[in-house]
């Protein structure tokens, strides 16, 4: 045990095992009730949907194929789908390991170790997708619930970035006396402008954004 604690804390071994340990006493303070375990979740799709349709010349940039590139390696990675630190601890528990054996077989070389370094994360990452792949669908199956239950439809928002038909806005809701910010577009030949309200008609699911129309008080 002293021989493993040891080695832990050698050469390239370093970096894996802070991040092991980061990773413990996240769950530790999960487990206590200190953290929520979504405390540091991820969802970029409302993100990409909003670059793609608010400003159309981020992709000429090569902003937006950025955004769509990272975006597709989170949904490969599973990390869109699972908690990022659910994804972490396998990620962690597989580089160290893989750091820990294969640095001592390369005699606790340090240049050996850096070469090492950047494989180990290729191979720590896909560790982490395999192990996490059979959690998508519960976890998937339970952003669908919440979702379902902190659905705006109905509810009157306040514009925070003006919108049209065409182009996606940004509003704030209180749902259970929390603000929240939604996206939106607008009803066919509406439009909205900062610190207007709008009522909330429908949900598109498959863009992640909602249909309001111009309310009055």
Do not use: H
Request: hydrophobic share 50%; glycine share 8%; aromatic share 12%.
């Amino acid at each position: 045990m002293k021989e493993i604690i040891e080695l832990s804390f050698e050469g390239m071994n370093y970096p894996f095992t802070i991040l092991l340990v980061l990773i413990l006493l996240y769950w530790v303070t999960v487990i206590v009730g200190v953290l929520d375990m979504d405390f540091l979740d991820i969802d970029l799709d409302a993100d990409v949907e909003l670059n793609a349709d608010v400003d159309t010349s981020v992709e000429a940039d090569g902003g937006f194929g950025d955004m769509m590139f990272l975006n597709n390696i989170l949904e490969f990675l599973n990390i869109k789908y699972v908690p990022l630190m659910f994804f972490l601890s396998f990620f962690a528990l597989s580089g160290w390991f893989i750091s820990i054996i294969g640095n001592r077989i390369l005699g606790d070389n340090f240049l050996l170790g850096l070469v090492l370094f950047i494989p180990n994360i290729i191979v720590s990452a896909i560790v982490g997708k395999l192990f996490t792949q059979p959690f998508v669908k519960v976890f998937k199956k339970m952003k669908l619930e919440e979702k379902e239950l902190r659905n705006a439809v109905g509810k009157i928002v306040t514009v925070t970035l003006g919108a049209d038909d065409e182009r996606v806005g940004q509003g704030k809701i209180e749902i259970d006396q929390v603000p929240e910010l939604i996206m939106f577009k607008c009803t066919s030949g509406a439009s909205l402008e900062k610190g207007e309200k709008a009522l909330v008609l429908e949900l598109i699911e498959t863009k992640n954004y909602y249909i309001v129309e111009p309310y009055l008080d």
